[in-house]
């Protein structure tokens, strides 16, 4: 590290002090593929970053460690001798050996001994709620690490021979010494001159520097099916990142975040809509037109309909994403309309009108706190 006063553990993984161990090792995990140097290559401060990761997670990891900095910080660690140091690990792919157990952190980096499967990819994409309802595709742009096209996947530049690795005698593994409280601790860890493979290319592929893959830019139409709701995953087997010695891809992830409608709420297998009546009709009753993804249906408001009521149109929701053919409801809010501006005519019908009504006419239903619960919950009366 350098020599600058180290930062705060705590700070560098972005947990909070009581976080917990599985909290610790999930946040410095997701850190450690960030600053992964095949995602990073273009990057030259990666490496110094992982490595403070690393000791950040070494510190928070050990319950003495970290006892020993909560109270007497980065001094009472060096003072007790438990203070992490990587400077004896030979590349960044030792670290990321010694923490994951080889590979490079599950697929990212460098070799096993064996075929390793591709990390899987996950990301974002919005839709409307009509394509929701429709179904339809989407297509979707992202990062991933392909098999170098070049050297296929090898390392070594076409037409030049892989030869026994010099450092590890062929074995991949390597034996490193590092410091911790309770002294010397020996670990095994991939050789950093043939990332663990016991094989290197005389001449490594000019495209991938020998690594046998790159990072590249992918297109994808991804199907959306009919039905789907905001934060559900859509899995695409085989189309994340690349493995490793002819291992399988992963997967791509697509969470799909459903955009707000002007005309609609979804509440479940349900829609909800609102159909503005004036008040004269909603007394009178009236068949009034109401928007659905299947274009106008007539909706009866039967005579003396009350303001928030609601009608049901049984089969005008959502499509039913487990259960083919079958569709939710749509409910209609009944939003009754107080005319405005009126003139001296219309004043004096309503007049006649309000002196003609007797009390009984006039009674409302249910009791304030219904009125309001119905309100705020927003379905009205059912």
């Given at each position: 590290?350098s020599?600058?006063a180290?930062?705060?553990?705590y700070?560098?993984?972005?947990?909070?002090?009581?976080?917990d161990t599985?909290?610790i090792?999930?946040?410095?995990?997701?850190?450690?593929?960030?600053?992964?140097?095949?995602?990073n290559?273009?990057?030259?401060d990666a490496?110094?970053?992982?490595?403070?990761?690393?000791?950040?997670?070494?510190?928070l990891?050990?319950?003495?460690?970290?006892?020993t900095?909560?109270?007497?910080?980065?001094?009472?660690?060096?003072g007790?001798?438990?203070?992490?140091?990587?400077?004896?690990?030979?590349?960044?792919?030792?670290?990321?050996?010694?923490?994951?157990?080889g590979g490079?952190?599950?697929?990212?980096?460098?070799r096993?001994s064996?075929?390793?499967?591709?990390?899987?990819?996950?990301?974002?994409?919005?839709i409307?709620?009509?394509?929701?309802?429709?179904?339809?595709?989407?297509?979707v742009?992202?990062?991933?690490i392909?098999?170098?096209?070049?050297?296929?996947?090898?390392g070594?530049?076409?037409?030049?021979?892989?030869?026994?690795?010099?450092?590890?005698?062929?074995?991949?593994?390597?034996?490193?010494?590092?410091?911790?409280?309770?002294?010397?601790?020996?670990?095994?860890?991939?050789?950093d001159v043939?990332d663990?493979?016991?094989?290197?290319?005389?001449?490594?592929?000019?495209?991938?520097?020998?690594?046998?893959r790159?990072?590249?830019?992918?297109?994808?139409?991804?199907?959306?099916?009919?039905?789907?709701?905001?934060?559900q995953?859509?899995?695409?087997?085989?189309?994340g990142?690349?493995?490793?010695?002819?291992?399988?891809?992963g997967?791509?992830?697509?969470?799909?975040?459903?955009?707000a409608?002007?005309?609609f709420?979804?509440?479940?297998?349900d829609?909800?809509t609102?159909?503005?009546?004036?008040?004269?009709?909603?007394?009178?009753?009236?068949?009034?037109?109401?928007?659905?993804?299947?274009?106008?249906?007539?909706?009866?408001?039967?005579?003396?309909t009350?303001?928030?009521?609601?009608?049901?149109?049984?089969?005008e929701?959502?499509?039913q994403l487990?259960?083919?053919?079958?569709?939710?409801?749509?409910?209609?809010?009944?939003?009754v309309v107080?005319?405005?501006?009126?003139?001296?005519?219309?004043?004096?019908?309503?007049?006649?009108?309000?002196?003609?009504?007797?009390?009984?006419?006039?009674?409302?239903?249910?009791?304030?706190v219904g009125?309001?619960?119905?309100?705020?919950?927003?379905?009205?009366?059912?």
């Amino acid at each position: 590290m350098s020599a600058t006063a180290p930062r705060d553990p705590y700070e560098v993984l972005g947990v909070a002090r009581d976080a917990d161990t599985a909290a610790i090792k999930k946040a410095f995990r997701k850190l450690a593929r960030e600053l992964h140097p095949d995602v990073n290559k273009h990057d030259p401060d990666a490496e110094e970053r992982f490595k403070e990761a690393a000791e950040a997670y070494e510190i928070l990891s050990d319950a003495e460690r970290r006892a020993t900095f909560d109270r007497y910080g980065h001094e009472g660690l060096r003072g007790a001798g438990a203070a992490p140091n990587f400077d004896g690990f030979g590349s960044i792919s030792d670290l990321f050996d010694a923490f994951f157990g080889g590979g490079g952190g599950g697929g990212f980096g460098g070799r096993r001994s064996g075929p390793a499967q591709g990390e899987d990819v996950a990301l974002r994409t919005a839709i409307s709620l009509e394509t929701a309802f429709r179904g339809g595709s989407v297509d979707v742009e992202f990062e991933a690490i392909d098999l170098c096209e070049h050297c296929h996947g090898n390392g070594a530049e076409p037409g030049t021979p892989i030869e026994t690795c010099e450092r590890c005698g062929g074995a991949g593994r390597l034996q490193a010494v590092t410091r911790s409280p309770f002294g010397q601790v020996v670990r095994t860890v991939a050789c950093d001159v043939c990332d663990g493979d016991g094989r290197v290319a005389k001449q490594p592929c000019a495209e991938c520097e020998g690594r046998g893959r790159v990072v590249g830019r992918r297109r994808l139409q991804v199907d959306v099916p009919a039905g789907i709701a905001d934060g559900q995953r859509i899995r695409l087997a085989g189309r994340g990142h690349a493995g490793d010695r002819g291992g399988p891809p992963g997967d791509l992830y697509v969470l799909v975040q459903v955009e707000a409608d002007e005309r609609f709420l979804r509440d479940g297998d349900d829609l909800v809509t609102v159909l503005s009546v004036p008040a004269p009709r909603a007394a009178l009753g009236t068949t009034r037109a109401v928007e659905t993804f299947d274009g106008p249906k007539d909706v009866e408001v039967p005579a003396g309909t009350q303001p928030g009521t609601t009608i049901t149109l049984k089969g005008e929701g959502m499509p039913q994403l487990r259960r083919p053919g079958r569709r939710g409801d749509l409910q209609v809010v009944v939003d009754v309309v107080i005319p405005r501006s009126l003139t001296k005519h219309q004043r004096g019908l309503l007049e006649e009108l309000a002196e003609d009504l007797d009390e009984h006419q006039l009674k409302a239903d249910g009791s304030v706190v219904g009125k309001l619960r119905r309100l705020f919950s927003g379905h009205g009366q059912r």
